[in-house]
């Protein structure tokens, strides 16, 4: 068995938010996203067909969900299940470090 | 959105290993699992019908299979796929801290 790290191959900076599949069948997919300070672009909203569920597991960010006021901030071992179709936004990431995050999409 | 933490409710000490579901359905099962030292019972092996992917978030860990000779050393971040009847043990898990993993089963 050939083990791998989430904590490893992370580009010192990156224009993008990186996102990478670990594991991907019909019923899921499990990914790897990298963030350094990006959020996602004023005014949009993410829409997934899918329910997610999104863990953080190094650095910080905050969730923003359009039926709800207040941002809710993770930090490492934060975990949560979005929804399908519960809009939802990155309102920031931590610019002082890299973030790791893992979802799972089914 | 509610959310919870994998580095939470874990106990100061526990006899056997702490396996919580987080999320289930009929195609996969996420799991977290706590150890605080223990290890696959002696002669033992997981046989398991499904493929796993795990990874260490916390601790340490010496995991071993069947059909190799060395122990591989998972600490945090590392993480692989244990492919359905491919025979392993835990050989050992840290003393000295909780070791917590992720696994999903599918």
Chains 1, 2 share one sequence.
């Not at 224009?15 to 899921?28: H, R, S, V």
């Amino acid at each position: 068995m050939k083990k791998q790290n989430l904590f490893s191959n992370i580009p010192e900076s990156f224009p993008k938010e990186i996102f990478e599949t670990l594991l991907e069948n019909t019923n899921f997919k499990l990914e790897r996203i990298l963030s350094c300070g990006q959020s996602t672009s004023g005014g949009k909203w993410y829409d997934q067909e899918k329910d997610e569920w999104v863990v953080l597991l190094k650095g910080k960010a905050g969730l923003r969900f359009e039926n709800e006021s207040e941002i809710i901030e993770l930090t490492p071992g934060d975990h949560l299940v979005i929804p399908a179709h519960n809009k939802h936004r990155v309102e920031w990431t931590d610019q002082t470090q890299k973030t790791v995050w893992l979802t799972l999409h089914y």
